[in-house]
């Protein structure tokens, strides 16, 4: 049955125009072409210009959003807005103290993620909250197997991103999207849209705090297509911390370490060359 291809889409396609536009473009025809399910934006944006209004709309008016992640993707100033519009649901409930797992989970019911062909895949999904990570995605040439998957969650989503949230809410959304976007991309300084309401974490670890680790890495890595960098200043903290417990812990037992700062580059072989000869480390 034909569709009136003026009305609101059911579904729509994210993508980067120069690594996935064959296969959007498949699964959009799969859907039914202009007269289907899928929204699919052909209109090239260039950098410093205003994100159409139209696009905003298919966005918040969509029940689900497919998104075809890869290296390009998550260098894209416009499909990181994109995605972090179809986030936005999800934004609102953990902000929320009192919003429940389950909650939580169904506010991601409506993303759909397509994998690139080659390598990075588990990289990339380290840019989504932690139920998108844990779930098995379709490649982004496998369009049958897409299809089903959409066709299984228009049964299940019954409501549109927008309607997922306040009226008020959902404006401010897109008038973020439209005001953000018609400024020149990349910035040098990101303010993250998130609010700092933190929960207390469990002790000293980092238990049950997956959804807010994403919120800061998102914002502070992902929305600004800077995924190795923050990957390298992460790594660098962790070996940092690492370093600094093992100093502690070998200070209480009587053997002296060099300061944490010269750690990375020769801290660590003095370590082990005191642990050797030093007897107060095998007693403690």
Known sequence: MKRDASAPKQVFISYARKSANEQAKALYEALGGN????????????????????????????????????????????CLRELRTALAPFDRLICSPASQAVQKDRALDHLVVAM?????????????????????????????RLV???????????????????????????????????LPP??????????????PSLQERFVGRADDLFRIHFALSTLRGE???TAAISGAVEVAAAL??????????GVSVPPTTQA?????????????????????
């Open 35 to 78: 007269e289907g399910l899928a929204y699919l934006d052909t209109q090239k944006i260039e950098d410093g210009d205003r994100f159409p209004t139209q696009l905003a709309n298919a966005i918040l008016t969509a029940r689900l959003f497919v998104a075809f992640v890869d290296d390009s993707y998550f260098r894209s100033w416009f």
């Open 116 to 144: 690139p062909e080659f390598g990075g895949g588990s990289a990339l999904l380290e840019n989504l909250p932690a139920t998108l990570r844990n779930t098995h995605w379709p490649k982004a040439s496998d369009t049958e």
């Open 148 to 182: 089903k998957l959409i066709h299984r969650g228009l049964q299940t989503v019954n409501v549109s991103i927008g309607d997922h949230l306040l009226s008020n809410d959902a404006e401010a959304i897109r008038e973020l999207l439209l005001v953000e976007t018609s």
């Open 186 to 199: 990349p910035r040098q300084l990101v303010k993250p849209h998130f609010p700092g309401n933190l929960t």
């Open 227 to 229: 995924p190795a960098r």
């Open 244 to 253: 600094a417990k093992l100093a502690w812990r070998l200070s209480t037992c």
């Open 264 to 284: 990375a580059s020769s801290g660590l072989p003095q370590i082990k060359e005191r642990l050797a000869s030093n007897s107060n480390f095998m007693a403690c």
